[in-house]
């Protein structure tokens, strides 16, 4: 199968290189450090963290007190006059790895009196999300992610170019500004395993770039007659076929931002790689929506729908899948109280009963946060979730639902 590896160091040498032309004063760097006490409560032990082999839906284990959380690292500046670039590093204590790359890319963005034309070449997330707009691709409104952007974290990573065209309302003398987006990708073929087998799920770990992302056994039961990995390598290229997605955002004001994808992997879902990971023919379709009522209050909302499969529809696994939230959040003085409620499913459309696939749940997360001053801050999370994962019962004596709660107090330097 092809091997997306040269030309993922080919990139990374390009990226280097052009960095290094770029003078000190027109780089900018910000990060944080985040860690804290973590309480995880449930009452069976195999729901633990997936990344450890368990079947639950949070990223932190019942045994796990005092956690350095996170460590993220972002740079970016002017290459030349209208070229520029951007790298974001993470650090993460748990995973199959754990320091690298989540965003690296180079911006072409020439000066227009008109249309303003921009060109995007890297890894990169789609700008789908409006939650997720911190340093390091995480969220000003809650430690963790919603189910939605949890999943972008996990499986959503193109290689590719994006090229979008805005047209400013400023520019036009009209409140309203609009920004259509085309994208051509590689290297995002295994995107949906994490939705069939686990089902969804809330946190805030994003993987790295070439990171395995392991998950419990699902196929020792002789479901199927392939020794399937129980992990997925995000960034792995298998059909050597192209992916793409397009985008429309329009924003009225400062008030209001309106943002809608569609996504298609374009994968050959009977493709392998020689250890039998499938390349998963993945499309969705992502709605986001932020009003900001006042300078203090704001609601964001997200919609996504879609589906996924590999291999035979006898023998194979095929999913819809679809995932909603609704956030509101409200800034008073220096605290941040935010409130977040996800509803998702994932429901099974193959012929293949050995393989139950079917999982829904919801979820309610509860957030404070206090900027101590411009570098300092501290805050607490309150999250409960209910996940009804139907493979859960393939093992003896195990349920299919079962809730989870986690409190977390975290504190966060910024600089």
Do not use: C
């Not at 993460?92 to 690296?104: F, K, M, R, V, W």
């Not at 189910?147 to 036009?172: C, D, F, H, L, P």
């Not at 050597?240 to 009225?252: A, D, E, F, L, T």
């Not at 220096?334 to 749940?361: I, L, M």
């Amino acid at each position: 199968m092809p091997n997306l590896s040269p030309k993922i160091l080919t990139l990374a040498i390009v990226v280097s290189t052009l960095i290094s032309t770029a003078t000190v004063e027109a780089a900018e760097i910000k990060g944080l450090i985040e860690g804290g006490y973590v309480d995880a409560q449930y009452d069976k032990s195999w729901l633990n963290s997936w990344m450890e082999g368990g079947v639950g839906v949070l990223r932190f284990n019942r045994d796990d007190r005092f956690e350095f959380s996170q460590a993220a690292l972002e740079s970016n500046g002017d290459l030349f006059s209208d070229i520029s670039y951007q790298l974001v590093a993470n650090y993460y204590p748990d995973g199959d790895s754990h320091i690298g790359l989540t965003e690296a890319f180079v911006t072409y963005a020439p000066l227009s009196r008109d249309l303003k034309h921009q060109l995007k070449i890297g890894m990169f997330y789609p700008a789908m999300s409006l939650e997720n707009v911190d340093t390091g691709w995480n969220s000003p409104y809650t430690y963790s992610f919603s189910a939605i952007n949890a999943w972008i974290a996990e499986e959503i990573r193109t290689i590719g170019a994006e090229w979008s065209v805005t047209r400013s309302g400023r520019k036009y003398h009209s409140p309203h500004s609009f920004t259509a987006v085309a994208s051509v990708f590689k290297a995002n073929d295994p995107a949906g395993t994490l939705l069939a087998w686990r089902g969804w799920a809330v946190h805030n770990r994003q993987t790295l770039l070439n990171e395995k992302i392991y998950f419990a056994d699902y196929f020792q039961f002789g479901a199927f007659d392939k020794p399937f990995p129980d992990y997925l390598t995000v960034t792995e290229e298998t059909d050597g076929r192209w992916g793409y997605y397009v985008g429309i955002n329009w924003r009225y004001l400062q008030s209001t931002d309106l943002r809608v994808y569609y996504y298609d992997n374009n994968a050959d879902p009977l493709t392998t790689e020689p250890n039998w990971q499938y390349a998963w023919e993945n499309r969705f379709t992502s709605v986001a929506l932020q009003h900001k009522f006042n300078a203090d209050f704001r609601i964001l909302a997200q919609w996504m729908k879609g589906e996924t499969g590999m291999g035979s529809w006898d023998k194979g696994v095929y999913t819809d899948f679809s995932s909603w939230y609704l956030l509101g959040s409200y800034q008073w003085q220096q605290h941040r109280f935010s409130v977040r409620y996800d509803k998702f499913d994932v429901k099974e459309t193959d012929n293949n009963p050995a393989d139950p696939n079917n999982s829904n749940g919801d979820s309610v997360t509860v957030a404070w946060r206090y900027d101590l001053d411009k570098n300092w801050n501290v805050g607490a999370e309150w999250l409960h979730i209910t996940s009804d994962n139907q493979n859960r019962a393939l093992w003896s004596n195990w349920t299919a639902k079962h809730t989870q709660r986690q409190i977390m107090m975290l504190i966060q330097y910024r600089f």
